[in-house]
């Protein structure tokens, strides 16, 4: 089976990829503009996206809506993640959390699942963000996002490492066990 990955950006596919490999799914990545709407929550935002582009995309089609949420700030970034990321970035953010003690996070991750109809996966794990970047793997948050009950940021673990225990990981969990069973 093939299953296209609406997105722009590659980290994204790799982890969705090196999760399926195994399991005999082949995923790509297609790059399709879609609107991401101001909305309250990430499953509103991917719901909205799978919908829109369902009438464009022949055949079925999944996408990833994630956000780092901080407990300092209430879960800011959170929905904003991706514009907070353009321009605060990583070292923005720390600049923001100088001198806080309070350092947990969580990532969220949504994977909505179009084929005919929207299917939603989630997945979520908690940390805490670092004092200073930390590794060069992964994408995004990752070298200031270490995970809790490890020493390595998701920057400094591998994808196969990061996969085990992220929020995309545990949302491909999801949709993967989702997709066993109601695949003919
Ligand atoms: P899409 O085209 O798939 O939307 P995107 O990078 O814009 O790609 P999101 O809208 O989901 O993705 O934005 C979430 C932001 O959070 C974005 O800046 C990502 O780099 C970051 N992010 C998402 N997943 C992450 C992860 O696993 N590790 C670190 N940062 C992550
Ligand atoms: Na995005």
Known sequence: MRLAFITSNPGKVEEARKYFEPLGVEVYQLRMEYPEIQADTLEEVALFGVEW???????????????????AFDGFPGVYSAYVYRTLGIDGILKLMEGLENRKAHFKSVIAYWDGEAHLFTGRVDGEITAEPRGSGGFG???????????????EMTTDEKNLISHRGRALKAFAEWLKENLK
Not at 53 to 71: A, M, R, T, V, Y
Not at 141 to 152: A, Y
């Open 53 to 71: 582009l369902s009438g464009k995309i022949e055949g079925p089609f999944f996408l990833d809506d994630s956000g780092l949420f901080i407990d």
């Open 141 to 155: 948050f990752d070298p200031i996002f270490k995970p809790l009950g490890f020493e390595e940021t998701f920057a």
